[in-house]
């Protein structure tokens, strides 16, 4: 069954470096999110991607974030300077359709990301 | 603009039990309703998803959840609890309205089950 792939699965960090979160959406699915999760807090939205650029983003997606599909496979999100607060476990979504007649999204098995 | 409120942040319930996790909605135009399942150290599976179809809308592992508009509710239930369904369960909206597939999750509820 096609699956929503992230790597790595765990990474730790210095406060102040940049990171890389990695991920592979399913093969025909043309939406793409990234999503976190602060320990103990609700799943909250950062941005979605279609169509090789940004369809919408959270207040949370600053101008320390970006997101990029390099090579029509990978998904990615680069946090540029990590702050302790930016620890969470951050998802990768996808889905074949967005906007009118959106089907389910598929969700990734998450990166956790320790700011220290 | 819109939330989902899960009434309950801990749910406990004795193995073959009713399971009853609840989800209400604010949206200003009708919305697609999610429920997502995530078990420890894994990622959100969906359970089941109301898109404006029948309003009893079955989902995998027994669940199913009934869209209400009128109590903007969207319940999910399960007639007889496993030791299995011990996980945390997350009511999403999305809006039908916009450009994207953006999700708006509840705080979560975490279904511990009890032998």
């Known amino acids: 069954e096609p699956e929503v792939t992230q790597t790595p699965s765990h990474q730790v960090t210095q406060m102040g470096q940049e990171v890389i979160l990695r991920c592979v959406p399913i093969?025909?699915?043309?939406?793409f999110y990234w999503y976190r999760q602060i320990l103990g807090q609700k799943v909250e939205f950062l941005v979605s991607f279609y169509n090789n650029e940004i369809s919408e983003k959270s207040e949370i997606f600053d101008d320390q974030f970006s997101v990029e599909r390099p090579d029509g496979s990978n998904f990615t999100l680069k946090i540029r300077s990590t702050k302790l607060e930016d620890s969470a476990m951050y998802f990768c979504?996808?889905?074949?359709?967005?906007?009118?007649?959106?089907?389910?999204?598929?969700f990734g098995q998450g990166t956790r990301l320790t700011v220290v | 603009a819109q939330s989902v409120t899960q009434l309950g942040s801990h749910v406990s319930v004795s193995e073959g039990a009713l399971v009853l996790l609840r989800c209400n909605y604010s949206s200003s135009v009708p919305p697609y309703l999610f429920w997502y399942v995530q078990y420890p150290n894994q990622g959100l599976q969906l359970l089941l998803k109301?898109?404006?179809?029948?309003?009893l809308v079955k989902g995998i592992n027994g669940f199913e959840a009934e869209f209400k508009k009128s109590e903007t509710s969207f319940h999910l239930t399960k007639p007889s609890a496993h030791m299995s369904d011990a996980a945390e369960y997350f009511c999403a909206v999305s809006d039908r309205g916009g450009n994207t597939g953006k999700l708006i999750f509840g705080q979560g509820t975490t279904l511990q089950v009890k032998p």
């Open positions: 979504a996808s889905s074949v359709k967005g906007g009118q007649g959106r089907t389910e999204a598929f």
């Open positions: 109301y898109t404006s179809a029948a309003t």
């Open positions: 093969s025909n699915h043309l939406y």
